[in-house]
């Protein structure tokens, strides 16, 4: 009978929240977006990149470590608009069954010139714009991933967004002031 109270507490703490909370496993395609990910996410996401700083991600070759690393992946953010050309090969060779997210999806897209041909340009973040989506897109997928953790990822995700549109209005106000013969 002085067991039932202790089963009890413990049973209690174990169902607790504190006892429940998941760290999302997160795989980003490149640096930039990996930080994106940090920012929504926080201590509640563990991310690892792929083509690190310095590298490209246009001439990318994924390895066996980068295989393991998306098998063990909870969600995989992405860039889209082609720029991961080596993407679905790693998916296919790692096994990964979740979700990957495509973070440029609900953007405005420029056409650019390569080669003499018309062309998306895949480096959407580069727009604040743009910028504010992806962290909107990372931010649905971490609480899709983890639903407890919503109103977490909610509260980083809008702190973020409202960063970056700061910092976009600054920038605004400041190439306002430059002449326009400059």
Request: glycine share 8%; hydrophobic share 40%; proline share 5%.
């Amino acid at each position: 009978m002085k067991r039932l109270p202790i089963l009890l507490a413990v049973a209690v703490l174990l169902s607790s929240p504190l006892a429940m909370a998941k760290t999302v496993n997160a795989v980003a395609s490149f640096s930039i977006l990996s930080d994106i990910v940090k920012q929504v996410g926080g201590e509640h996401v563990k991310v690892s990149t792929l083509v690190r700083p310095g590298g490209d991600l246009h001439s990318f070759e994924p390895s066996p470590q980068d295989s393991k690393l998306l098998s063990q992946a909870d969600v995989v953010f992405v860039s889209g608009l082609g720029l991961e050309g080596w993407l679905d090969r790693l998916v296919s060779a790692s096994g990964y069954q979740g979700r990957v997210i495509i973070a440029s999806q609900g953007t405005d897209t420029r056409q650019m010139e390569e080669n003499g041909k018309k062309m998306t340009d895949p480096h959407a973040w580069n727009s604040m714009k743009n910028g504010v989506q992806y962290a909107t897109n990372v931010m649905n997928a971490l609480i899709a991933a983890d639903p407890q953790d919503a109103n977490y990822f909610r509260q980083r995700g809008t702190e973020y967004i409202q960063q970056l549109q700061k910092l976009d209005l600054w920038a605004k106000t400041q190439f306002a002031a430059v002449p326009p013969e400059k």
